[in-house]
């Protein structure tokens, strides 16, 4: 079993970086596709961006790409998604995910950390 715990969410003006790590214990994160999702009120969880375990692919859906860069440091444990140019619409809740495949369904992911809000104002 895998525990998954995020931070590095906060309030920021749009235009603005944070930085999220997703640091796992238990299992190594080099044994799961790690993935990003967020989710908005009332809206359902979205994927956003997910790396492959051992080549690095990547994958993001098109409203983040070319602002947010997800990376993982195995040697750490922990996965990275870096957001830059953040928008008053990126405000959500972001969840970070471990699962056996690469995919962008949020039911196929096995582990789940508890999230960590990002605010952006306008």
């Known amino acids: 079993q895998a525990q998954l715990v995020e931070s590095g969410g906060g309030l920021v003006q749009a235009g603005g970086s944070l930085r999220l790590s997703c640091a796992a214990f238990?299992?190594?994160?080099?044994?799961?596709?790690m993935a990003w999702f967020r989710q908005a009120p009332g809206k359902e969880r979205e994927f956003i961006a997910m790396?492959?375990?051992?080549?690095?692919?990547?994958h993001y859906v098109d409203s983040v790409k070319g602002r947010f860069t997800i990376s993982r440091d195995n040697a750490k444990n922990t996965v990275y998604l870096q957001m830059n140019t953040l928008k008053p619409e990126d405000t959500a809740v972001y969840y970070c995910?471990?699962?056996?495949?690469?995919?962008?369904?949020?039911?196929?992911?096995?582990?789940w950390g508890q999230g960590t809000q990002v605010t952006v104002s306008s």
């Open positions: 238990g299992r190594t994160v080099n044994s799961y596709v």
């Open positions: 995910a471990a699962g056996p495949y690469f995919n962008v369904i949020p039911s196929n992911y096995d582990y």
């Open positions: 790396i492959t375990r051992n080549d690095y692919r990547t």
